[in-house]
């Protein structure tokens, strides 16, 4: 955990530079649009620690594994999303002397995420070895209205001396992944030219054929004059730069801008890809870069509009929940079917900027209540695509129907390096299954079963029949060799959560089954007729349905995580002393593997998601066993804990959990968010609130609240989406108000009482 970024409600503020937080702050400032995203990189050369990261959406390439011992059924490779031209570099040079923040002396550093406008801001004043000393603003955004368009303003005044800056604006693609497997560069060259003020630079992935251009146009300016200065050209191999020398005069500032147009064959033809570009660069320089930034603020009150959430009291609180949201909506749109959130967003390289299981679990319910339904909508039609690829993935693994979704995937292929979570982790068909369900529960899009849905869920259900183990002397079906959602056991018998989301899973699709043959027959028998569904092999999923085992423990009444787990010494983690932890970076895995912390929420997660199926009471003693032995070192942990413990009445606990979820990269909590923030689990903080705190839920076609506020918070409000309505929730310590801000009428239940919410009206009840 490392604290040091000022609180504030609507921004993420650095003051002073310490080179140590570099790489975290990188992360914690990265900006991003859904097609691209860039690290918080300082645009000048800094020869310190640092990851340069530039990144497009869905471009990858398939790096080939690197394991020691090969096993049947392995991914050939590990897709990763790739880190592609650097656009916004600058090379600062005055009189001489190169701008190195890591070798002048920093003072008057200021960095500033402005999460209510999207724009990144960093100033300072840096003293050169020559004793020359220089004032720097630099002001930068991709942009959420022109999705191909990045800009960026440096400007630069000398404090105490005139004299001369030697500027060279250029295009860097000679970069690479610093988790390639191999040390090997990804991107060939294709083109580069110069002219004028404009550069451009195209490579092309070395497989797979993405190609990226990237031209961009630099304009200097003093006393808001436009210079007319000859540029130099450089250029050599998958680089494009122009130099420029201009004269500096002490306490005036020269403004440099920079407009970036950065295309890929994703959405155009690659021989149009410069022609393309250049209309894009067009386009933006004729806006301008304040016109730019003015669209930019605007388009971002309309995303605040519906996802905003208000915590008066707890500026810790409130910046928490609202880097969370800004994170999300700049990582993913929601307009393009072929893409999905990878766990760090446009932050970082580690996990490989793939697809895991995070979406459906933890993404999805953010999307429901904040955005059109077509966004969530195309977040199933994503999985649906991957259908045919994810009966690829069983049938490599020797079975002969159905479909195992991969654990991590771009394309629909299995591209996972580790045995025990490729092969073992198959608890992630569940969340596929479940997503269906979520989407069709909260939204009452049932047409969503008859176009997609059904065929997925036959397809993992087979999997499932196939899957399981018959024990005839026990007259059980169990599942065997397999990791739950706690990675710290691996190669278990019985997991209690893979064995019940795989039963739901078959009762769900006997449930749609049923509702398409009783409400449009003809359909029905269409995807009967396609599938080749026997019924006989429906009455397979009844009976593991009707045997499936669960190990529980009878003194305890509890569900054991796995069979034999309270084998182990029960230690709970407050008796740890603080230099074991965390533990996956201080301990072996042979010592984790034997230890009983679990990493995140196993057994919780199932009574998480299939909460109305189980009373209170059991929730409660599950909760209190197995949430003092949670360590908590997935970052997807806390908010499932955090809600649960809402629902329990935990308040102090819910409130210790929300925290660690809304703060994990702000704060550092586990120690890595130098590699990228947690994107994908910056929904559960959403959750959280909504879910936890706001105790939202939807049952049997209606919206349900049961809100408590935590004591450390004056009010708190957020606004959700549903069926064509828009709520405010608001909830102070006395009472909760709703306001209904859109034409569409709506029944709810409010703590148990069905309320009638008016269009355009207001109700208010006492907690």
């Not at 060939?188 to 404009?198: G, L, S, Y």
């Not at 771009?410 to 068909?429: A, K, Q, S, V, Y």
């Not at 606990?653 to 890595?672: C, P």
Request: with cysteine; hydrophobic share 35%.
């Amino acid at each position: 955990m490392k604290k040091y970024l000022k609180e504030h409600e609507w921004s993420i503020i650095e003051e002073g530079f310490d080179p140590a937080n570099h790489e975290i702050s990188e992360s914690v400032f990265s900006i991003g649009n859904g097609h691209m995203g860039q690290r918080a990189n300082f645009e000048e050369t800094y020869t310190g620690p640092t990851l340069q990261g530039s990144y497009m959406a869905g471009v990858y390439y398939p790096d080939k594994t690197r394991v020691g011992w090969w096993k049947n059924g392995y991914p050939e490779y590990f897709a990763k999303v790739l880190n592609s031209t650097n656009w916004i570099g600058l090379k600062v040079i005055i009189d001489d002397e190169e701008l190195d923040l890591n070798q002048a002396k920093v003072s008057e550093f200021v960095r500033e995420l402005n999460m209510k406008e999207g724009y990144l801001q960093r100033t300072f004043t840096a003293e050169l070895q020559n004793g020359k000393i220089i004032k720097v603003q630099a002001t930068r955004f991709v942009s959420i209205v022109d999705k191909e368009v990045g800009a960026l303003k440096y400007e630069i005044t000398p404090f105490n001396f005139s004299g001369t800056l030697s500027l060279t604006s250029y295009l860097d693609g000679d970069i690479k992944n610093e988790d390639a497997n191999y040390d090997e560069k990804f991107w060939d060259p294709v083109n580069t030219w110069t002219r004028e003020n404009r550069a451009s630079v195209t490579v092309k992935t070395k497989k797979l054929d993405f190609y990226f251009c990237s031209t961009v146009e630099t304009q200097i300016f003093t006393n808001n004059q436009k210079l007319e200065i000859t540029s130099k050209s450089e250029e050599a191999r998958k680089y494009a730069g122009l130099v420029y020398d201009v004269p500096l005069t002490k306490g005036e500032s020269t403004t440099i801008y920079k407009y970036a147009a950065n295309i890929t064959n994703r959405d155009h033809d690659h021989q149009q890809l410069e022609a393309v570009s250049t209309d894009v660069l067009d386009h933006a320089v004729a806006k301008g870069f304040e016109t730019l930034r003015q669209e930019q603020a605007d388009a971002w009150a309309s995303k605040w509009l519906n996802s905003d959430i208000i915590i008066k009291g707890d500026v810790a609180a409130q910046q928490g929940i609202r880097f969370n949201i800004f994170q999300l909506n700049q990582t993913y749109t929601g307009e393009d079917s072929r893409l999905n959130i990878g766990p760090k967003g446009f932050t970082g390289e580690k996990y490989g900027g793939s697809t895991y299981w995070d979406t459906e679990a933890y993404c999805l319910p953010f999307y429901l209540s904040t955005a059109d339904q077509k966004i969530a909508r195309n977040l199933l039609v994503y999985r649906y695509n991957h259908l045919e690829k994810a009966k690829e993935n069983a049938r490599k693994l020797g079975f002969e129907k159905g479909a195992l979704y991969p654990m991590v995937t771009m394309n629909g292929e299995e591209c996972h390096n580790e045995w025990e979570i490729t092969f073992e982790e198959i608890h992630r068909n569940g969340a596929i299954a479940y997503a269906i369900y979520n989407y069709v529960n909260y939204t009452g899009d049932k047409s969503y079963l008859g176009e997609y849905g059904i065929e997925v869920l036959v397809e993992i259900s087979r999997f499932w029949e196939e899957r399981v183990n018959y024990v005839p002397h026990k007259d059980v079906y169990m599942i065997l060799g397999v990791t739950g959602p706690n990675e710290y056991e691996n190669n278990v018998n019985n997991n209690w959560y893979t064995n019940l989301i795989s039963s739901w899973t078959m009762r769900y699709t006997i449930d749609v089954l049923n509702h398409l043959q009783e409400t449009d027959q003809e359909l029905y028998q269409q995807w009967i007729d396609k599938l080749q569904l026997k019924q006989a092999e429906v009455k397979q999923w009844e009976e593991i349905i009707a045997k499936m085992y669960y190990p529980k423990d009878e003194e305890k009444e509890i569900f054991l995580q796995q069979d034999n787990f309270l084998d182990k010494e029960i230690i709970p983690v407050d008796q740890l002393e603080d230099k074991h932890l965390p533990l996956n970076q201080n301990w072996s895995w042979d010592r984790i593997l034997r230890s009983c912390f679990i990493k995140q929420a196993d057994v919780l997660q199932g009574l998480y998601f299939l909460d109305h199926e189980f009373d209170i009471e059991t929730i409660r003693r599950n909760f209190d066993f197995y949430e003092p032995i949670t360590i908590h070192e997935s970052s997807l942990s806390p908010c499932v804990h955090s809600i649960l413990a809402c629902r329990l009445g935990y308040k102090e606990k819910a409130y210790e959990m929300y925290l660690r979820t809304a703060r994990l990269d702000l704060d550092n909590y586990n120690n890595d968010t130098e590699d990228g923030c947690h994107t994908t689990s910056m929904a559960g903080t959403w959750m959280s609130v909504v879910h936890g705190f706001g105790g939202l839920k939807v049952k049997e076609n209606q919206l349900i609240l049961s809100p408590f506020i935590p004591g450390q918070w004056q009010s708190f409000s957020f606004k959700v989406l549903f069926r064509g309505a828009r709520l405010c929730i608001q909830v102070d310590q006395e009472k909760v108000t709703i306001i209904n801000e859109t034409d569409t009428p709506l029944d709810l239940v409010i703590y148990e009482k069905e309320r009638h919410l008016d269009q355009n009206a207001t109700i208010s009840v006492q907690i």
